[in-house]
């Protein structure tokens, strides 16, 4: 086998950093954007790069049982499909109320 | 530490490749393109998966997110036509900024500071049958609850938007 040129190394941070911009660009969007579908994809961004976040825990971090981060972040894909049927229907019902799904429009609890 | 050439250039090109989508989602002022570019990361984030050998969760995350997640968010962009497609921030976008500026800098600097306990083991095998293991023996509890949470949300997603019949609405 030749010898390498390069010796490449993925650590722990590298994986961890990707997941806090993630974190970062999808807490931005969920706080900036005005329609609330777009709100919705910012928080399933966040819930991505926890899921990131909690693989590069499992992949890495000593631990008894190193697969339980992956049984967590399946849980948190649970949830975040629960999340977003819910949420996606309720944008659909004041729609049908508002005929508009932007956040700073819809701004009385009653109608 | 993964020192395997081939998956450390994997990682490093989809990372990129992940976080210029999500700043497109950000970006792109047509909001059903914005659905294509979270997509588009959903599929990113997959690959990160596979990188961290998590090949289940992979599989699970292309199912879920990149077909039906970003197939209901098409589908609610759909469904409210006469709203605002326009991709646009509201007056909050410039306090949004700095929070998630400041938190990224303080959560990079907690990762930086921290001093991982790092463990040397290789990838995982095939981890499908060890998960189901875990759901199905320690998990067990946790997965059946979930389930009925999903069948709760799923129940009351029909529920809010069937169409109210006899009755005005």
Redesign the interface.
Known sequence: MPELLLALTLHLRDVLVLGAILFAIGLYLSLSKRNAIGVLMGIELMLNAVNVTLLAFSRFVVSPRPLDGQVFAVFVITVAAAEAAVALALAVVVYKHRDTVNIDEIDVLRW | ???D?G???A?WVL?VT??GC??M??AVRE?IQ??LF?AL??VG?AG??I????D??AV??VL??AG??AV??T???M??P????????????G???I???L??AI??FV??DTD????D?G??PA?AA??GE??LKP?VV?FEV?SV??M???I???V??KEDEGED?
């Open positions: 530490m993964i020192a050439n998956i450390v250039i990682f990372a992940t976080i999500a700043l989602v950000a909001l914005a659905v979270l990361t959903f984030i990160i998966y990188v961290l050998s998590a289940f969760v699970v995350q879920i997110y039906a997640i209901l968010m589908f609610a962009v469904l409210t006469a709203a605002d497609r326009k991709n646009s921030e509201t007056a909050f976008q306090p949004a900024a929070l998630a500026g938190v990224l959560v990079v990762i930086i991982w306990r790092i463990a083991r990838a995982f981890t060890s998960l875990a759901f998990y946790p979930a949470l999903l709760t949300a799923m009351g997603a029909i809010l938007t609405a």
